[in-house]
């Protein structure tokens, strides 16, 4: 099993509407959870980080369940710019020398005018 | 954040040859990471590089095929050495915060032929 398993996608959703992306981890010490975007021959940039309260930024909402380990990133009236793949990323500590930081595999997203 | 400045930004080179990748960033940070992303993947951790140590390499990854250098804290080299077309790939350098977030260069891909 991967430790950050993300559904692959691609997701082709038209404009205006409502997509919702869930990660799931396995470690239950991972201790920091971010969302990056990475458009296409480009590099990742800082989507959003993931706290427990949850995080809303404008139309992007990201929650954090650690009951069931996974992540969710929520992208509401979506706009053809935000057509990109969606990296998941787990950080298992901060000070310890085992922290590691892990990505998923990314979703795939295609807005459709 | 921090501002990186990868180079070069693709080049196409022949087996058996080595390309030397350098990152520039506009901070001092202690750590640097070296990732591979291979096409419609996501990224792998080649190494961490420290200042005035050696780098750490992660499970699959050597020092030998890949060299990396540390000459101070703003600026490190990542070296693809004996090419063969496996390792045709985009290689991404990156800094992390104070606050865990990741910041990358605009990567390199590679074709080797």
């Known amino acids: 099993r991967k430790e950050v398993e993300q559904d692959p996608g691609p997701f082709n959703v038209p404009e205006g509407a409502t997509v919702a992306f869930n990660c799931t981890y396995s470690?239950?010490?991972?201790?920091?959870f971010f969302w990056y975007r990475q458009d296409c021959r480009k590099e990742p940039k800082l989507l959003m980080s993931v706290y427990s309260s949850g995080n809303e930024d404008g139309r992007f909402t990201a929650q954090l369940n650690r009951a069931s380990q996974y992540i969710s990133l929520l992208i509401r009236d979506s706009k053809l710019s935000d057509s990109a793949t969606y990296l998941c990323v787990v950080r298992t500590s901060w000070y310890s020398s085992a922290s590691k930081i892990i990505f998923g595999s990314g979703t795939r997203l295609s807005i459709r005018p | 954040s921090a501002v990186i400045s990868q180079k070069p930004s693709r080049d196409i080179c022949q087996r058996g040859t080595s390309l030397t990748i350098q990152c520039q960033v506009d901070?001092?940070?202690?750590?640097m990471f070296w990732y591979r992303q291979q096409p419609g993947q996501s990224l792998t951790l080649i190494a961490t590089?420290?200042?005035?140590?050696?780098?750490?390499?992660e499970s699959g990854f050597v020092i030998d095929k890949f060299p990396i250098s540390r000459p101070n804290l703003t600026f490190s080299t990542l070296t693809v050495s004996n090419m063969s077309p496996e390792d045709s790939s985009i290689y991404l350098c990156?800094?992390?915060?104070?606050?865990?977030?990741?910041?990358f260069g605009s990567g390199t891909q590679l074709s080797v032929l």
């Open positions: 470690n239950s010490a991972s201790q920091s």
């Open positions: 990156s800094v992390e915060d104070r606050r865990e977030k990741l910041f």
């Open positions: 590089a420290n200042q005035g140590s050696e780098a750490t390499y």
């Open positions: 901070s001092q940070v202690t750590m």
